[in-house]
């Protein structure tokens, strides 16, 4: 019998050819179809990479325009509060002579407010800085001592209410410290600033020890008002402010914990707090015994760009 007239014969070599190129045509449609879709998808992402660097530049000049806005409104405030506080310690000390009571009540008032102004800007300014990138950490080996009599000294005149203690304990086994103490210290008295304003008796003390593993914890604890737990997760939030009635006698911007915060993290550190309505509060600040920078973050790439490189 002849093979042609077999059904399961073999298809003729032109059908086979003919179903390869078929084949061939399909796969070459669908790489065209691929390559297509991915010459767009990499347009998408040069357009978006575009996007986002226009984004980013609007944002940079954004940011230094409101520092430098910040910066001039602060040199601008600063001298009026200057000169007002200057004016102030004169009628205080009487040498136009002496004062009644109630001037020398307005007077204090007067002197409290321009201390209250002073210090909001001073927080904004700080803000400002650290938004844009601009604050400098600069280490130096200090003892704690020295640092605890300088703060001690710093709030010494504001101590106006008898029922209150400020107490520095001396530390013990604490070593001498490699850190930017000027940064250290304004992160204390921000603590110490808030326990004074919101403790109506009782102390607020002060006191540093080790941690064991290569940190210090500083801690202020105060016997004020406390914070209620529902304002926990906020303290340090920016313009943070508690809604109480001594809060109420207390203007402020609400940014010193916020600044405390992230000047501790610039520090290579950490702050948190425990506190309880009624009974009082304890704010801590935990750093390195010796600041190390922080390693510099590498500049993201497009795709494709590690690629290019590696072909030149």
Same mark, same amino acid.
């Given at each position: 019998?002849?093979?042609?007239?077999?059904?399961?014969?073999?298809?003729?070599? =032109?059908?086979?050819?003919?179903?390869?190129?078929?084949?061939?045509?399909?796969?070459?449609?669908?790489?065209?179809?691929?390559?297509?879709?991915?010459?767009?998808?990499?347009?998408?992402?040069?357009?978006?990479?575009?996007?986002?660097?226009?984004?980013?530049?609007?944002?940079?000049?954004?940011?230094?325009?409101?520092?430098?806005?910040?910066?001039?409104?602060?040199?601008?405030?600063? !001298?009026?509060?200057?000169?007002?506080?200057?004016?102030?310690?004169?009628?205080?000390?009487?040498?136009?002579?002496?004062? !009644?009571?109630?001037?020398?009540?307005?007077?204090?008032?007067?002197?409290?407010?321009?201390?209250?102004?002073?210090?909001?800007?001073?927080?904004?300014? =700080?803000?400002?800085?650290?938004?844009?990138?601009?604050? =400098?950490?600069?280490?130096?080996?200090?003892?704690?001592?020295?640092?605890?009599?300088?703060?001690?000294? !710093?709030?010494?005149?504001?101590?106006?209410?008898?029922?209150?203690?400020?107490?520095?304990?001396?530390?013990?086994?604490?070593? !001498?410290?490699?850190?930017?103490?000027?940064?250290?210290?304004?992160?204390?008295?921000?603590?110490?600033?808030?326990?004074?304003?919101?403790?109506?008796?009782?102390?607020?003390?002060?006191?540093?020890?080790?941690?064991?593993?290569?940190?210090?914890?500083?801690?202020?604890? =105060?016997?004020?008002?406390?914070?209620?737990?529902?304002?926990?997760?906020?303290?340090?939030?920016?313009?943070?402010?508690?809604?109480?009635?001594?809060?109420?006698?207390?203007?402020?911007?609400?940014?010193?914990?916020?600044?405390?915060?992230?000047?501790?993290?610039?520090?290579?550190?950490?702050?948190?707090?425990?506190?309880?309505?009624?009974?009082?509060?304890?704010?801590?600040?935990?750093?390195?015994?010796?600041?190390?920078?922080?390693?510099?973050?590498?500049?993201?790439?497009?795709?494709?760009?590690?690629?290019?490189?590696?072909?030149?």
């Amino acid at each position: 019998m002849s093979s042609s007239n077999d059904p399961q014969a073999a298809p003729a070599p =032109d059908d086979r050819l003919s179903a390869m190129e078929r084949l061939l045509a399909a796969k070459s449609d669908e790489c065209d179809a691929l390559r297509a879709e991915l010459e767009d998808t990499n347009r998408g992402v040069l357009a978006l990479y575009s996007e986002l660097d226009i984004q980013a530049e609007q944002l940079r000049q954004a940011t230094e325009l409101k520092s430098r806005f910040l910066a001039y409104m602060s040199h601008e405030f600063r !001298t009026p509060i200057v000169a007002i506080q200057s004016i102030v310690r004169l009628l205080m000390d009487r040498v136009d002579g002496p004062l !009644t009571e109630e001037q020398a009540r307005q007077i204090a008032f007067i002197r409290d407010t321009c201390a209250e102004f002073s210090e909001m800007v001073d927080d904004l300014l =700080d803000l400002a800085k650290l938004e844009a990138g601009r604050v =400098d950490i600069s280490p130096a080996w200090f003892e704690l001592v020295d640092l605890f009599a300088a703060l001690r000294g !710093t709030f010494r005149p504001v101590l106006n209410n008898p029922e209150v203690m400020l107490i520095f304990e001396e530390p013990h086994d604490v070593p !001498t410290l490699y850190v930017d103490d000027r940064k250290l210290s304004q992160i204390l008295r921000n603590f110490i600033s808030n326990a004074l304003k919101f403790t109506l008796r009782g102390e607020v003390r002060v006191k540093a020890e080790c941690t064991g593993d290569g940190r210090v914890r500083f801690l202020v604890r =105060d016997t004020g008002i406390g914070i209620a737990k529902e304002f926990h997760d906020a303290v340090f939030q920016d313009f943070m402010q508690i809604d109480s009635p001594l809060q109420k006698r207390f203007r402020g911007t609400g940014l010193g914990l916020a600044l405390s915060k992230r000047l501790a993290e610039l520090l290579g550190g950490c702050v948190g707090f425990e506190s309880e309505q009624g009974v009082g509060s304890i704010f801590f600040v935990i750093l390195p015994i010796a600041f190390t920078p922080p390693p510099l973050a590498p500049r993201p790439q497009a795709p494709g760009a590690a690629k290019g490189q590696g072909h030149g």
